[in-house]
């Protein structure tokens, strides 16, 4: 079965930095590739981060030199680090596994499995 749980959102100052953790399960992280995808109200869900088996890794412009996407297989674990934070990158973050990011960003209709969310806000 495939299960995605995230954690590490919060509320913190423009410029600021935070990291989100992705958990799955052995199925998961042996099955598919992992990436990150945020949505804003009123806004599409966007997809901005993805990682493969061979670390190579693919990043939306809107977050490219500031987010960092990583992996820990032997704790299944999925990482965003956040960076020079700003109020732009205000939403719900969302972990998802599919083996279509193994290739690159894909859109978000295409995407088999989702966490539930955590929440980013970023305040001026």
């Known amino acids: 079965q495939v299960q995605l749980v995230e954690s590490g959102g919060g509320s913190v100052q423009a410029g600021g930095s935070l990291r989100l953790s992705c958990v799955g399960n052995?199925?998961?992280?042996?099955?598919?590739?992992m990436g990150w995808f945020r949505q804003a109200p009123g806004k599409e869900r966007e997809g901005i981060a993805r990682?493969?088996?061979?670390?190579?890794?693919t990043y939306a412009d809107s977050v490219k030199g500031r987010f960092t996407i990583s992996k820990d297989n032997t704790k299944n674990t999925l990482y965003l680090q956040m960076n020079s934070l700003k109020p732009e990158d205000t939403a719900m973050y969302y972990c998802?596994?599919?083996?279509?990011?193994?290739?690159?960003?894909?859109?978000?209709?295409?995407?088999?499995?989702w966490g539930q969310g955590t929440q980013v806000t970023v305040s001026s």
């Open positions: 998802a596994a599919d083996r279509d990011f193994c290739y690159g960003l894909i859109p978000a209709a295409d995407v088999d499995y």
């Open positions: 052995g199925y998961t992280y042996s099955t598919y590739c």
């Open positions: 990682i493969n088996n061979y670390g190579r890794t």
